[in-house]
């Protein structure tokens, strides 16, 4: 039954079911859309992770370059060019800060091909027309991922939530402690200290 209301291949599914979470990115937008989970991890990217700034940014490089090839009505590359232009200094930086996988052809252009063409288009609500990109309204004062919730074709998590970070230094080049008296801790142990 959930096969026929998706269109999602039933072998698929039962792989999915089974616990194989591999999943193409037409069939886990299409399965997001109709039944109302939120997208499948793979084609979730790290919104939290740039600013209000760098968003509109690359909306506005989208709007005014964006190439999408489709067959069958069906995405099949979104090609973009990879130049730095007036409102964006550096438009490869942001496609990593969100995790989004990405190929640079002759240093010319940057080509999101398949599946995370089909997921990037459904976080941005594109992905049935790519007209109705020319049509998001910016707003300063909200949360990213709430307003990319707003145009988006398919409901959206955070894929981030929290950093924390440790300082790794290079312990094969550390040298001996010299401890002065008799230290009662947990690693200096023995009489060598």
């Known amino acids: ?9 039933k072998d698929s599914l039962k792989k999915l079911f089974k616990g194989d979470l591999r999943l193409n990115g037409d069939d886990a937008v299409k399965l997001s859309i109709k039944t109302g989970v939120p997208l499948h991890p793979r084609y ?28 069958n009505n069906r995405i099949e590359k979104i090609i ?45 609500g594109f992905f049935d027309d790519d007209e109705k990109l020319q049509t998001i309204k910016l707003e300063n004062n909200k949360d990213l991922l709430e307003m990319i919730n707003e145009i988006s074709s398919v409901k959206l998590r955070d894929k981030s939530g ?32």
């Open 44 to 71: 979730t990217y790290h919104w939290k992770d740039i600013s209000f700034e760098d968003f509109s940014k690359l909306i506005n490089w989208l709007c005014k370059k964006m190439i999408v090839k489709r067959d």
């Open 162 to 193: 929290s950093y924390i970070g440790a300082r790794m230094g290079r312990p094969e080049k550390g040298k001996m402690r010299k401890l002065i008296g008799n230290p009662h801790c947990l690693f200096p142990v023995g009489d060598q200290g």
């Open 80 to 124: 973009l060019p990879f130049e730095k232009d007036d409102f964006i200094e550096d438009p490869k930086r942001i496609l990593e800060l969100i995790g989004l996988p990405h190929v640079v052809v002759d240093r010319a252009y940057i080509v999101i091909e398949r599946d995370d063409a089909a997921g990037f288009a459904a976080n941005l």
């Open 1 to 9: 039954d959930l096969s026929d209301e998706t269109g999602v291949d």
